[in-house]
């Protein structure tokens, strides 16, 4: 009868390897995203967390038989869910009116579950979980883009000279594009002994797909320096 508590070294890698494939997997989506959290990141937490199961379970096989010891292999494994914590939130950004990296943060928090499926040996729920994951990633996020992009604010923001009207042309360019203004405000600044102002605007664009027209239509007024869009 096999011993529960000791694995062989071609288990061993076996297991390591298909955390390594399956975070890569999900990583590489992240990384087409252009997510800061991407392909390398997510096979290290997957193959690090597979790591914590194994030595989990086989890491204190000499100790199994003793006595007075009680083996929990899901320990360390519930400390693995708790502390990828830190690292999804470093991946969490505020800018604005926008908040980004929340999918990314859930994805680390979901490779980390399936290294440790992988490092348990639970081959079929770690695979399958991946095949989700992907799917989910890749599909809804077309269909986000497509479908719910436009009940999204944005924040615009436009460096432009201290000049009369400037705001009112913005305007007449978003509106032209039926984009809807939620907000506004402008900043005055000094650059180059140039008294410049800083204006944002947080609008709702009906159609994704005008973002560079309409960002390039805005940057072309006179005396507008630069544009940038979240």
Same mark, same amino acid.
């Given at each position: 009868? !096999?011993?529960? $508590?000791?694995?062989?070294?071609?288990?061993? %890698?076996?297991?390591?390897?298909?955390?390594?494939?399956?975070?890569?997997?999900?990583?590489?989506?992240?990384?087409?995203?252009?997510?800061?959290?991407?392909?390398? %990141?997510?096979?290290? *937490?997957?193959? =690090?967390?597979?790591?914590?199961?194994?030595?989990?379970?086989? =890491?204190?096989?000499?100790?199994?038989?003793?006595?007075?010891?009680?083996?929990?292999?899901?320990?360390?494994?519930?400390? *693995?869910?708790?502390?990828? /914590?830190?690292?999804?939130?470093?991946?969490?950004?505020?800018?604005?009116?926008?908040?980004?990296?929340?999918?990314?943060?859930?994805?680390? $928090?979901?490779?980390?579950?399936?290294?440790?499926?992988? =490092?348990? /040996?639970?081959?079929?729920?770690?695979?399958?979980? %991946?095949?989700?994951?992907?799917?989910?990633?890749?599909?809804?996020? @077309?269909?986000?883009?497509?479908?719910?992009?436009?009940?999204?604010?944005?924040?615009?923001?436009?460096?432009?000279?201290?000049?009369?009207? !400037?705001?009112?042309?913005?305007?007449?360019?978003?509106?032209?594009? @039926?984009?809807?203004?939620?907000?506004?405000?402008?900043?005055?600044?000094?650059?180059?002994?140039?008294?410049?102002?800083?204006?944002?605007? !947080? *609008?709702?664009?009906?159609?994704?797909?005008?973002?560079?027209?309409?960002?390039?239509?805005?940057?072309?007024?006179?005396?507008?320096?630069?544009?940038?869009?979240?």
């Amino acid at each position: 009868m !096999n011993d529960p $508590w000791v694995i062989g070294q071609f288990d061993l %890698t076996i297991r390591l390897i298909l955390a390594l494939v399956l975070g890569g997997l999900i990583g590489f989506e992240r990384e087409l995203s252009n997510q800061a959290a991407g392909f390398r %990141t997510h096979i290290l *937490v997957c193959v =690090g967390s597979a790591l914590i199961m194994l030595l989990s379970i086989y =890491g204190f096989s000499a100790f199994s038989k003793e006595l007075n010891v009680r083996m929990d292999p899901s320990r360390l494994a519930a400390q *693995v869910v708790s502390g990828i /914590g830190f690292l999804g939130a470093g991946t969490i950004i505020r800018n604005g009116f926008s908040v980004s990296g929340l999918t990314t943060a859930a994805s680390l $928090w979901v490779v980390a579950a399936i290294g440790l499926a992988a =490092g348990a /040996g639970f081959y079929y729920a770690a695979i399958l979980s %991946t095949i989700m994951v992907v799917l989910s990633l890749w599909i809804l996020n @077309k269909i986000e883009h497509k479908y719910f992009g436009a009940k999204k604010r944005h924040l615009i923001r436009v460096h432009a000279l201290d000049r009369p009207g !400037n705001l009112g042309k913005i305007s007449d360019i978003l509106e032209k594009n @039926k984009v809807q203004i939620r907000k506004f405000g402008v900043d005055e600044e000094e650059r180059d002994e140039r008294q410049t102002v800083m204006i944002y605007l !947080n *609008v709702i664009i009906p159609d994704y797909h005008l973002v560079p027209l309409l960002l390039d239509d805005i940057r072309h007024l006179d005396g507008v320096v630069g544009v940038t869009m979240e």
